[in-house]
């Protein structure tokens, strides 16, 4: 029997998944990803997110947020489509949302500000915040430090920061989603001899796919697309880090994630 896991965070509705998801999904749980989160990045993407997560009851939950990246496209509307989408029971967080400085695909004073309009909204709805960070460490921890005390739960997504970053985040108090950067020989490393700072009522693990197939993958799938059923090599790689077994492992995170979502 496969481990039963909850993949946190999954682009469920990117085009890569448009040809196949219903086999995707097949195959997640054939691997025990018994729940998934889907992503939601712009006002549309929450919407379909959302759409999707209603065709499969007790399997797929969804965000509602804007992404970084998109923060250009917010406007005065914005708040108010996010504010219902959360009403429905399917969406379970705000986000994704955050600040990503390594690209800048918005100007980043424009990504701060709809950052910050987002942490109210969670806020005012009482709901956990699902969230990304690329090169704005200070900038993020100065918003976000203003509201984490009111904030119920707060998750960064996707780690892959330094011990310093990753300290900094749990004297905040927030939960650690892990993916196949932990998988990566050339980029993960660090990641590994970190991991095992993060306590187990904090850590979860997700895909991000399509994106992040873990490398440690042997034989390679043909596609090179990431999905929810590779979850397991996040699990394995995360369980040898931080020194317990995988069964141990999978239980804690399945329950951390049930806990943080309220799934």
Request: contains cysteine.
């Amino acid at each position: 029997m496969p481990h039963q896991l909850v993949d946190i965070g999954v682009n469920l509705t990117n085009k890569a998944f448009r040809e196949d998801l219903d086999q995707i999904l097949d195959r997640a749980k054939q691997s025990g990803v018994i729940k998934m989160v889907a992503t939601g990045t712009r006002v549309e993407a929450s919407w379909d997110a959302y759409e999707l997560a209603k065709k499969h009851p007790g399997v797929v939950y969804s965000t509602a947020g804007v992404h970084p990246h998109h923060a250009s496209d917010c406007d005065d509307k914005t708040i108010g489509e996010l504010r219902e989408l959360c009403s429905r029971e399917q969406v379970v967080v705000v986000g994704e949302c955050g600040l990503d400085y390594n690209r800048n695909f918005s100007p980043p004073d424009v990504q701060r500000r709809w950052f910050e309009e987002q942490l109210r909204l969670a806020v005012e709805l009482q709901l956990p915040v699902f969230m990304h960070e690329r090169d704005a460490h200070g900038d993020f921890m100065a918003i976000l430090s203003k509201y984490r005390g009111q904030l119920p739960r707060a998750v960064i997504h996707c780690f892959t920061g330094t011990g310093d970053v990753l300290d900094a985040y749990l004297e905040l108090d927030l939960h650690i989603g892990i993916t196949g950067w932990i998988c990566d020989e050339r980029r993960g490393t660090h990641l590994r001899d970190i991991v095992d700072r993060i306590p187990a009522d904090r850590l979860m693990i997700e895909t991000d796919a399509p994106y992040l197939l873990p490398r440690s993958m042997r034989p390679k799938p043909k596609k090179r697309r990431n999905e929810p059923s590779y979850l397991s090599h996040v699990l394995e790689a995360v369980s040898e880090c931080v020194g317990r077994p995988t069964e141990q492992v999978a239980r804690e995170t399945t329950a951390t994630a049930d806990a943080f979502f309220s799934i």
